[in-house]
């Protein structure tokens, strides 16, 4: 039985679409008085909070020691990542650095009438905290780190932390620890969801607090950013993803299927949708996806998604 479900254009109306199309975004104010609490427990306890959740959501426990990333990690991760992978991210630097460059502006001003100057003065923030999503069985992201400290660099922000969530081990995968290295970043700290943000946005005795936070999460992450929007500069909201794939007969069907995968295997609550006016793609979709997903490592996000 194929994982794919197929609906008619024809059982489709507009009251009814979102039976179809679960969006997550919708579930923002179902989790709002949860969020709030975690902010608020974050707010007046600070780190015995982090440790707090830490253990309900990813059942790890650390100590308040342990929150912080060691010098020693940051070594063990060099020796733990491949020669090519350690190439192609010094190579994504180069090439982010380089494009960033290019876009950053310079002050400018003119004079309006005689004795009046008017222009512009660019001046980067003076902190950021990065969030990058992960841990347990999610997905690694050391692009993310790349294309999030590379603009940050290029502006010259002075402090740039990182809270990501801790695997089963304890350790931030190496791969997000050396992406992190190659543009200075080493305080990084082991906690995840909307705990991160809200330690970010007010401070612990470990985590400072910094003026914007960055990155992509999942729906508490984003529920948390927005709540606390009116504490800290937030990015636009990123996560869960949602894939729309058009195509039609001329498709190659292995394509679309390694493309609703390719955003699928992030988080279960993502959404992917194919769209076609062709029945027998359709149904060559729906006779090969389940190999390509029980080939997978990531076949269980997959599936729920």
């Not at 007046?44 to 959501?57: C, M, P």
């Not at 992509?216 to 996560?239: E, F, H, T, Y």
Request: charged letters at 25%; a neutral charge; hydrophobic letters at 40%.
């Amino acid at each position: 039985m194929s994982s794919l479900k197929i609906v008619k254009s024809s059982q489709i109306k507009e009251e009814t679409i979102s039976k179809y199309i679960p969006r997550v975004h919708s579930q923002l104010e179902s989790i709002r008085i949860q969020v709030n609490q975690i902010i608020s427990e974050v707010r007046e306890q600070g780190d015995k909070a982090i440790l707090k959740f830490t253990k309900a959501f990813d059942n790890i426990e650390l100590s308040k020691k342990e929150i912080k990333v060691p010098k020693e990690e940051f070594t063990e991760a060099y020796n733990k990542i491949d020669s090519d992978l350690l190439k192609a991210i010094k190579y994504g630097k180069k090439n982010l650095l380089k494009f960033h460059s290019a876009q950053k502006r310079e002050d400018w001003s003119i004079e309006i009438e005689k004795g009046v100057i008017a222009g512009q003065v660019y001046r980067p923030i003076e902190s950021i905290g990065v969030y990058i999503p992960g841990g347990g069985t999610l997905a690694i992201y050391p692009s993310t780190v790349l294309m999030i400290a590379a603009p940050a660099q290029v502006a010259g922000i002075q402090e740039i932390i990182m809270c990501t969530p801790p695997q089963k081990n304890k350790k931030i995968p190496p791969e997000i620890l050396v992406a992190a290295n190659e543009f200075g970043i080493q305080k990084i700290f082991k906690v995840g969801g909307a705990q991160a943000i809200a330690a970010m946005a007010y401070g612990t005795e470990t985590i400072p607090q910094v003026l914007k936070v960055i990155g992509p999460g999942g729906v508490w992450v984003n529920a948390a950013k927005q709540l606390l929007s009116n504490i800290i500069a937030i990015d636009a909201p990123a996560g869960p993803s949602e894939i729309l794939i058009i195509c039609d007969k001329s498709s190659d069907p292995r394509y679309i299927i390694v493309d609703l995968i390719s955003q699928l295997e992030h988080d279960p609550n993502n959404i992917g949708i194919i769209v076609s006016d062709s029945q027998f793609l359709i149904n060559q979709i729906k006779d090969s996806i389940d190999s390509y997903v029980s080939e997978s490592r990531r076949k269980d996000i997959i599936e729920q998604a």
